[in-house]
């Protein structure tokens, strides 16, 4: 199982609703995928700038299928225009 | 609901097992904690010096009670002493 924390930053003047409108529709189709076992979109507390997606995958195959898929292709290119900075960490639990 | 990411760069020269001996009681008390969900370390797949806690908690209030537990107070210090850095996020699920 791999985890996946996707952390961005908005740029200066996006609304949230503006980036929520778009998400939710990646949301909504990468929890179809059979390689993923959760996948949702978070805001930071304290910073309404941060917008972070928390997954949860089967492993890393899954991944690189979620990223060749339709709604990644369409959508994912529109958000990042929306950021500022995006920082990605692939892991996996220490027991 | 609320998600904690607090990531960490371990200095140079820390080895891992030498963290892990401390982490591993954190996180075996921490689990133990009623307003604690999950709260475990993972280790980045593509860069072993950072170690995040990939934490869920029921609310703030749960956090505040963890972040005063005798264990918290004992063991988080000389973690942060094998860090580098830490990067702490709070946050709650956009539906």
Redesign the interface.
Known sequence: M??V?A?GKLKQGVKLEEY?TL?RELVTETNKEEGCISY???????DPT???M?EKWVD?EAIEQHNCSEHVRKIVPELRKLRESTEI??????K
């Open positions: 791999i985890r924390v952390k929520l998400a949702a979109l978070h805001e930071d507390i304290n941060i917008v972070t928390i890393e960490n692939l892991y996996r639990e220490i």
